[in-house]
């Protein structure tokens, strides 16, 4: 009697199709078109485009021309609902302690926010960057709010969000935990940065969804959806159902971007989003 | 062990990324390892198609550690700039790869050593092997024009490398045996491709010019040996066996390893065995 009741509980925690957001980040070994193709055979609705080589190039001088993709995106019915250009692959991060890299970053994602409103995304994601592991993190927290803050001006100027992910311990002194994000929100303080919830970070530094919601409510904007280390759920034991109940309970209706990247997905990407999809598919409402 | 000790011994900069330089080279101290391998990637340097930091500046920070910079290896794990290159991307890379080949000659290391990937997987095997062809033709030529040498090092785990495999590695020295082109093993991607050292010892004689080490638990990442399946003693035997004098690098590069890189060198160089050889 039990089981059943909790099962028909269940079964009311539903979510849009079209918050469920295919990523290419795990299509890396493939083309950006082929990326696409799997998208809508797989019937997405929404996509979320990983700004990173070899899909999109940008560098701090010039960015891809974003007609092309944005006519290729369309063509197949899909709608960008983010955007990020990469910051975790060598060159270009938030927090650089090396004034010329500093600048370069910043040049690098001006032109990753004007890309984004191009491409009619309405949220680039970034993270704070990071300092070495062995100097102050006072500093490197100042730098990453200085460069949050010029790019939060940016992006109002181009009327997109920027919105703000943590990172895990082994990637970052700067943004790790809800509290580290609080901290550098308040420092920020600008009505476009905004929130990213990557539930693999926010779980890996053993904190919870709801949590997060409690601390930022309408300021989450999006989540990076995935199982612990960018695995497919049921994977990596996350608590998907009550994950589900915290979004539906506090009207979530963002984009759910679905952040997959472990190699043994790289292989066959498209089999790896049909599992995502199957195991989703039971909390998507049915049209 | 008869030939080789730890001052043949070289490590790769890869796994200091959260660390400056010069942290680098501190630690160092405490595992007795004096070569370097640089890592051509931030935050230890910059280069891209556009231009590069000054090489001769860290030469001399390592030697005023008492460190010499023995080998460079070209950065191409991001995909910004890959052998594999296409449109946009492909004319970038190869003013890269010229920048790369200026910043090792500047280093005074004879070879750089690279990877061959960046080739996508939905495109026809033919039309695969036919670019990295081209790019390789293209390469060795810019390579020699700066006075340089090219070390293939094999990536079994990523399927968008052309070199993957001893047969891969073979096919392409004999398709270009009289150029500046030689070998690398890497041995986790040795071990995890179902080979083994010895038979690339053997089989590719003196064009095998480089090794890195590491171990695996066969996933794809590069541990440090103490820190997998393989033991690292009986790999350096095996080297010594052959009277391998190329160079020999430690390259370990686990998410884990980011924050303390110190505990898995010390890891690595216990594991290995080795003593000073006054070499």
């Not at chain 1, 539903?14 to 998208?39: P, V």
């Not at chain 1, 485009?49 to 190039?57: Q, T």
């Not at chain 1, 910043?106 to 970034?126: H, Q």
């Not at chain 2, 006075?147 to 073979?170: A, C, H, N, W, Y």
């Amino acid at each position: 009697m039990n089981t059943k009741k909790k099962t028909e509980n269940r079964r009311e925690y539903k979510i849009n199709r079209e918050m469920l957001a295919g990523m290419n980040l795990q299509y890396r070994w493939y083309s950006f078109d082929y990326f696409l193709d799997a998208m809508q055979e797989l019937g997405f609705r929404s996509i979320a485009v990983w700004g990173g080589p070899p899909h999109f190039y940008c560098d701090h001088l010039m960015y891809e021309d974003t007609k092309k993709i944005k006519n290729s995106i369309r063509n197949r019915s899909l709608k960008i609902t983010g955007f990020l250009v990469t910051a975790s692959q060598y060159r270009y991060q938030p927090a650089y302690e090396e004034p010329e890299q500093f600048e370069r970053s910043f040049r690098y994602f001006s032109k990753g926010l004007c890309a984004c409103a191009e491409l009619e995304s309405p949220i680039m994601t970034i993270c704070s960057g990071y300092g070495y592991f062995d100097h102050s993190r006072q500093d490197a927290f100042s730098r990453s709010a200085d460069m949050l803050h010029r790019l939060s001006e940016k992006a109002e100027e181009y009327g997109v969000l920027l919105a703000l992910e943590s990172l895990k311990m082994s990637e970052s002194q700067i943004c790790v935990s809800l509290h580290d994000v609080r901290e550098m929100m308040d420092a920020v303080s600008h009505p476009a940065l905004k929130v990213i919830a990557d539930t693999g970070a926010i779980y890996d530094n053993g904190e919870t969804l709801e949590q997060w919601f409690g601390e930022f409510g309408d300021d989450i904007v999006g989540m990076h959806f995935v199982d612990r280390q960018h695995m497919l759920w049921g994977e990596g034991g996350l608590p998907l159902d009550s994950m589900i109940a915290s979004i539906v309970n506090h009207r979530f209706t963002g984009p759910l971007m679905l952040e997959t990247s472990v190699r043994k997905y790289m292989d066959d990407p498209k089999a790896a989003d049909q599992r995502a999809l199957n195991i989703l598919d039971r909390f998507v409402r049915k049209e | 062990m008869n030939h080789i000790g730890i001052d043949q011994l070289g490590i790769n900069t890869v796994h200091y990324r959260y660390f400056t330089f010069e942290s680098f080279l501190e630690c160092q101290r405490k595992t007795g390892i004096r070569k370097i391998e640089l890592f051509g990637a931030p935050p230890h340097c910059w280069i891209d198609t556009y231009g590069s930091d000054d090489p001769v500046r860290l030469k001399e920070i390592a030697a005023m550690h008492g460190m010499s910079i023995s080998a460079f290896m070209i950065e191409t794990s991001s995909m910004r700039y890959t052998l594999g290159s296409e449109g946009i991307w492909l004319e970038r890379s190869e003013t890269y790869f010229e920048r790369c080949f200026l910043y090792a000659k500047a280093l005074g290391v004879p070879y750089a050593v690279i990877r061959s990937n960046g080739f996508l997987l939905n495109r026809r095997a033919e039309d695969r092997c036919k670019r990295f062809d081209r790019m390789l033709r293209r390469l060795l030529e810019t390579a020699e024009g700066c006075g340089m040498g090219i070390v293939l090092m094999p990536q079994f785990e990523d399927k968008t490398s052309m070199i993957r495999s001893l047969k891969d590695m073979l096919f392409w020295l004999e398709h270009y045996p009289d150029a500046g082109l030689y070998a690398g093993a890497d041995i986790a991607s040795v071990y995890e491709g179902g080979s083994n050292i010895e038979t690339w010892l053997s089989a590719l004689g003196n064009k095998l010019r480089h090794i890195h080490l590491s171990s695996t638990v066969f996933d794809g990442n590069r541990r440090c040996f103490g820190d997998g399946y393989l033991n690292g003693s009986e790999i350096m035997q095996i080297l010594d066996e052959h009277a391998f004098t190329g160079v020999i690098t430690l390259y370990h590069d686990l998410r884990k390893y980011w924050t303390d890189p110190l505990s898995a060198d010390l890891k690595a160089v216990s594991a290995l065995g080795l003593q000073e050889t006054g070499k």
